[in-house]
């Protein structure tokens, strides 16, 4: 087989594990949407293992750091019994914002893999990139566009939801 066969077969294999892991993660953002929460969800992948999963849990727990990132790479810590990501990937459904962009670098995770890019907060190349800034001293891989469409699709709905909501209860309180 010549190397851009074998190129081309390493890529088309990533591509279906990337599809996968974003799927859980996918899965996740679901279940922070069914508790009310902005629906993000993150997996963190070791050896091709789910050692580490969350979803946005800051408004169930008070607690602003409670990012799906955040919590995903807590249990892959605890997992593998060290605070260093080495050869870990995460999967998120949104582009990490600068908090959680920070922590990767901390952390020392090889690759991102995220689906929806966050032109308001997104530190991994939308608004800011934390990621490979060459002035710290870790670099990540990133991967964007996984699930895109479905993980946007999940978003928007969300807000425009919650935006009908506040719209509603704006006119319940001038009506009552």
Do not use: W
């Not at 050692?51 to 409670?66: H, K, R, T, V, Y």
């Not at 890019?117 to 800034?133: E, P, R, V, Y």
């Amino acid at each position: 087989m010549s190397s851009t066969k074998e190129l081309a077969v390493i890529e088309k294999q990533q591509d279906e594990l990337d599809n996968k892991f974003m799927q859980r993660a996918y899965q996740l953002a679901q279940q922070a949407e069914s508790h009310d929460e902005i629906p993000v969800g993150a997996v963190v992948v070791f050896d091709g293992e789910i050692i580490g999963e969350g979803f946005n849990q800051s408004i169930m727990l008070n607690d602003p750091s409670a990012h799906a990132e955040m919590l995903a790479i807590r249990q892959a810590g605890q997992k593998l019994d060290n605070y260093r990501m080495l050869d870990c990937t995460l999967y998120v459904t949104l582009e990490p914002c600068p908090m959680c962009a920070g922590l990767l670098v901390h952390s020392r995770i090889k690759r991102l893999v995220y689906a929806a890019k966050d032109a308001k907060t997104g530190a991994a190349g939308s608004l800011i990139d934390l990621l490979n800034h060459q002035e710290l001293n870790h670099q990540v891989e990133v991967r964007d566009g996984v699930m895109a469409n479905e993980c946007s699709s999940l978003l928007s709905a969300f807000f425009k939801r919650r935006r009908a909501e506040k719209k509603s209860a704006k006119k319940a309180a001038k009506e009552g």
